[in-house]
C-alpha cells in the first residue's frame, strides 16, 4: 500500500532541514546556482519567501508524521514555476512522484517546470505528473503543463 503523502506550508521553523537539503550534493547538481548556501543568507531568502505567498509559496512534504521532500512553487508572469527536492534518506521510493501529483492538484493555471538533461529521476517524475517537453536550452529541459482552462501568453 502507498503511504500517503500530506504537503504542509514550510515554516521559519524548517530552516535548518531546509538548508540540510539545499546543501546535499545532489541537490545542488541539479541547481542552477551550484554553490553551498550559509545558513544567514538562507534565513534572509526564507523569510522572505516566506512572506510573499503571491509571490513563492512552499510546501514540506510529510509521510507519516516525517519529512520526506520539499517544492515550491515561484510565480513567473502568469504562470507557476515548479521545483523540488526529496530528502536524501527518502529518494528512490516513489516520494517526488507523489509530491508532484499533489502539487499539481495545489495550484491553478499554467505550469512550468526546468529540469536538467542528465537529471533522469526528475524527468520521469515531470513527465508522469502530465507535464509536456517544450524545449531544451543550454542543457535545461523545459517542461509545461496546461489546464484545460489555462494558457499561456
Ligand atoms: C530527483 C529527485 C527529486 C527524485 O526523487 P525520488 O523520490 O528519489 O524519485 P522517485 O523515487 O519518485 O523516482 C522517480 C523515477 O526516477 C527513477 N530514478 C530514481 N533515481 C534515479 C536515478 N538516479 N537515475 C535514473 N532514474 C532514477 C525511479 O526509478 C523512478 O522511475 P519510475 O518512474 O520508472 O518508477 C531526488 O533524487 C532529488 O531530490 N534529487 C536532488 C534534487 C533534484 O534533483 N531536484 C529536482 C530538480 S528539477
Known sequence: MTKQLILRPAEMADADLLLLWRNDVETRQASHNTDEVV????????EASLSKPDQRRLWVAEMMGKAVGTCRADRVENRWELSW??????RGKGVA?????????????????????DNMASIKVVE???FAFDKEESGVLYYVFFRQSSSLV
Open 85 to 90: 527536492t526529496v530528502a536524501p534518506e527518502a
Open 97 to 117: 512522484h507523489q509530491m508532484l501529483s499533489v502539487l499539481v492538484s495545489y495550484l491553478d493555471g499554467p505550469l512550468v517546470a526546468q529540469v536538467r538533461s
Open 39 to 46: 545558513l544567514s543568507s538562507h534565513l534572509i531568502w526564507l
Open 128 to 130: 508522469r505528473a502530465g
